[in-house]
Structures are given as C-alpha cells and as structure tokens.
C-alpha cells in the first residue's frame, strides 16, 4: 500500500504506531481551521489551475504539516470513491505538494499552493475503464512529526469532469462548475443536474457552481421537475451563510405556480434557517 494513501484504516494505524502502549490519552491534534480550494477561471479542455489555501490552528513548534492531494472516483452522496492510483500504485496515490508555514506565535501555520492538473497528469492514473469520470480532488494535511492526519479521508473537494478513452488517454478535464455551466439549456440539464445533486463535500463557491444556480433560479424556461432537482442539490448551508443572491431566488420560488416547487423551496428555507439557529 502506498503510505501517502489517505484511509481510515491507515490512519488508525498511524495513530496506533504513535502510541503504541495507550499509556496516556492522545492530546487533540490540531484542527485545521478552513481549506479553501478552487480553480481558476482561466482554463483550457487540457486542463486548469488549482488554488489552495488554508490555515492550521494550534500547530505545535518542531512539527513539520505536510500538505498533499489526492484524486478521488465520485460514486454518490455518502459513498467513498476509489482513489485513483498509477501504475506503481494501483491502489490509489497521494501527491506531495509541499509544507504548511511554521508555527507563529499564536500556533497558526498558513497553506498557500497552486498546481495545475492537465489531462497529462490524469493520462498517469489508472481508470476503471472509459467514457465521462467525476473527479473528487482533495487536499489532505499530514503531520509528519506526529503521523497523523489533520483533515478526514474524505476532505471537502474540488470536483472535476474527465472524458476518458478506451485505452486511457484522457481526452479532456475541465473543472465540473465549467461543465455544468456548459449543460445549461441542452439535453444534458437533467442528467447535469441529477449528477450535482449527488455531490457531497464540496465547496459551491470554490467549484464556481453558485451563479450556475443563480442563473437557473431566475430562468423562466427550466421545468418544475428540473428546479425540484436544482434545490435538492443546493446545500442548505450556501442558504444560510454563503454571501451571494440565492437566499431571494428561493423567496421568489415561493410563489412559483407549481406547489411543489413551493413546498420544496419552503423546506430548504426551514433548512437554512435551523442551521443560522444552531450557530447563534
């Protein structure tokens, strides 16, 4: 197995291999605070630029945070895809992109990395077989000192969409809000849509997907059963604290002449407002 591998089961043997007596109880480790990651928008069917950046909370003086990514199948909501591996690890691998910034004087460690991911870098990895793949990248922290992970085996990711051949060449990769955007108003909406709804663990700003949703939101030809399908795809959270216009699409859904297209609205309105509720 490859030991950049990111899953439960190697965490748990790293934990235990750091304590191996269980004489004293592990302190927490320390909690990565946000780790944004996104894409830029210039980009290209050969690939596109990623951007992350993050910050470590209570990072111990002398530990070295190494931070990395791994590229993950996207199954469905709740499922943990297969890692994609290469050749040399056809169980799944892990890419080193560097380390975090040392501690300051309050603990706070910065991470700061840009990489591109080409349909060259996909051509190395090893696909179940061909046709339109989804693609979970997801950043990963790694305490070097502690052999520990500081971020879950399913971090929040950024979500790309590869059409692979036969014989797996990757004819392209783009990132998926790109491709969402480019289903708008054709026959693939549906399937569009019904693939985000599927989508967990992600980030709608950092993926670029919520103007794609304000746009169909305020669009006087989608379908009631595609507007069912866009609100059960948007995270009731985006509806409680993101800092964009979706919180007055859903109250001008409340008076769509569908009942339910209303109701659903309703609901996640309920959601969003619970959730605004908890953090008070």
């Known amino acids: 197995m490859n030991p950049l591998l990111r899953t439960p089961a190697v965490c748990l043997a790293l934990l235990s291999v750091a304590?191996?007596?269980?004489?004293?109880?592990?302190?927490?480790?320390?909690?990565?605070?946000?780790?944004?990651?996104?894409?830029?928008?210039?980009?290209?069917?050969?690939?596109?630029?990623?951007?992350?950046?993050?910050?470590?909370d209570d990072g111990?003086?002398?530990?070295?945070?190494?931070?990395?990514?791994?590229?993950?199948?996207?199954?469905?909501?709740?499922?943990?895809?297969?890692?994609?591996?290469?050749?040399?690890?056809?169980?799944?691998?892990?890419?080193?992109?560097?380390?975090?910034?040392?501690?300051?004087a309050e603990g706070m460690c910065v991470v700061t990395f840009t990489f591109d991911l080409t349909r060259k870098d996909l051509g190395n990895c090893v696909f179940p077989g061909r046709g339109r793949f989804v693609i979970r990248v997801e950043p990963q922290v790694y305490d070097l000192t502690a052999q520990q992970f500081l971020t879950p085996a399913k971090s929040n990711a950024l979500i790309a969409v590869a059409e692979v051949a036969a014989d797996g060449r990757v004819w392209t990769v783009v990132p998926f809000g790109q491709w969402f955007a480019g289903c708008y108003g054709e026959r693939t909406a549906q399937p569009a849509l019904e693939l985000l709804a599927s989508l967990d663990a992600y980030d709608l700003e950092g993926n670029a997907i919520v103007p794609a949703f304000e746009q169909l939101f305020a669009s006087e030809y989608i379908k009631p059963k595609e507007l069912l399908l866009v609100l059960d795809a948007l995270p009731a959270k985006e509806l409680a604290f993101g800092k964009n216009n979706l919180r007055g699409c859903i109250e001008g859904l409340l008076a769509h002449k569908d009942e339910r297209v209303r109701a659903a609205a309703a609901q996640k309105q309920q959601q969003a407002a619970a959730l605004q509720a908890e953090r008070k």
Request: aromatic residues 8%; proline residues 11%; hydrophobic residues 35%.
């Open 19 to 56: 304590n191996p007596l269980a004489q004293e109880p592990l302190k927490p480790p320390p909690a990565v605070r946000f780790l944004g990651i996104s894409w830029s928008e210039a980009s290209s069917p050969i690939g596109f630029q990623v951007n992350l950046h993050g910050s470590i």
């Open 60 to 104: 111990k003086l002398g530990h070295r945070y190494e931070v990395r990514y791994q590229l993950r199948l996207h199954e469905q909501q709740g499922v943990e895809g297969p890692v994609l591996g290469d050749a040399a690890h056809p169980g799944g691998t892990a890419y080193v992109l560097g380390a975090a910034s040392a501690p300051d």
